[in-house]
């Protein structure tokens, strides 16, 4: 989808709430605040010959224990394989933390892409699809951020109603990446100018741009901000780094910038497409934000 040109024809910009394309986070989700940058990393461990990582069976569909609240389903069972035996025993690992837990709880299996709500009799009090990370890495000026949805206990930390997304530098590594972009972050104070004596800054937690001869004007915050073939990261403090509605309606914050959250785009539900959180539909979410208090465990396998 092509962009849309602001009024200079030095400036570009993107609508970051309206371009399918350009709008990463709509295809694959607004998750994961910091998402694990670091150096590029060695592949995964290498396999004997002739044999492959394999096998669990996930639960299809099925409570991670026994539970008298629930019945499982009745699909044959599919085989999971595993990129390494690290990565296997790390699965069985938090599988077993999740099915000896005895409190209140909720369980999520990535693998079934699943969410149960767990009372403290065993009881499935809630079940729900659910969206996880889609296991890949991006690569970008020598970077790293790897998108996986985290097995192991977390606990809900916090609670929001219409929560806000802060873009994180993965974001703006996705778009410049897509649209052969030069990236740069933009200085919370000081100037940035432009190849055409244009001038970007900040004031009143708007990034705005002094063209040659007039007034400082500010940009449209739901666009992204690129000219001469670079994509400007807003500093976090401004308003152009905020984009409403994409976590939906409610949140549960797990630390870390991992979260159970609300979407717009509900078909997603059930995939593997997000950066790292977890993501319901608006009845399961709604739900979770009513009966799931703050400092309950979060068992993820």
């Known amino acids: 989808m092509p962009t849309k040109p602001f009024s200079s024809r030095t400036a570009v910009h993107s609508p970051m709430r309206t371009t399918a394309l350009l709008l990463v986070l709509a295809a694959g989700g607004a998750c994961q605040r910091n998402a694990i940058a670091q150096e590029p990393a060695p ?8 044999t492959e990582w394999v096998s669990l069976t996930p639960n299809n569909g099925r409570a991670p224990i026994s539970t008298r609240g629930h019945r499982g389903g009745v699909e044959e069972p599919m085989t999971t394989r595993f990129r390494s035996r690290t990565d296997s025993l790390e699965y069985v690992t938090a599988r077993r933390v999740a099915e000896r837990a005895a409190n209140y709880r909720v369980v999520v299996s990535v693998i079934d892409r699943k969410l149960w709500v767990i009372g403290t009799r065993g009881d499935t009090l ?9 296991d890949e890495a991006l690569k970008f000026n020598g970077r790293t951020w790897v998108f996986k949805t985290p097995r192991g206990r977390r606990v809900v930390r916090s609670k929001g109603e219409n929560p806000i997304w802060t873009p994180p530098e993965w974001h703006y590594a996705e778009v410049a990446r897509d649209y052969n972009l030069k990236m740069r972050a933009m200085p ?3 100037t940035v100018k432009l190849k055409d004596g244009s001038v970007l800054s900040v004031r009143d937690s ?5 063209r040659p001869g007039q007034k400082w004007e500010a940009l449209p915050v739901d666009y ?7 994509l400007y990261i807003p500093p976090v ?5 905020r984009i409403e509605g994409q976590l939906g309606k409610y949140k549960l914050d797990l630390g870390d910038g991992y979260m159970l959250h609300g979407t717009p785009h509900q078909h997603t539900v059930g995939s593997a497409v997000t950066h790292g959180c977890v993501r ?3 009845e399961d979410i709604a739900w979770l934000y009513r009966h799931v208090p703050v400092g309950t465990s979060v068992y993820i396998y």
């Open 43 to 50: 592949g995964p461990a290498p396999q004997p010959a002739g």
């Open 126 to 134: 809630r079940e729900a699809d659910v969206a996880v990370a889609r």
């Open 188 to 190: 919370p104070h000081g």
């Open 206 to 210: 708007l990034v705005g741009i002094t």
């Open 224 to 230: 992204e901000v690129v000219f001469d073939s670079v």
């Open 237 to 241: 403090s401004t308003k152009n780094r």
């Open 280 to 282: 319901l539909r608006d």
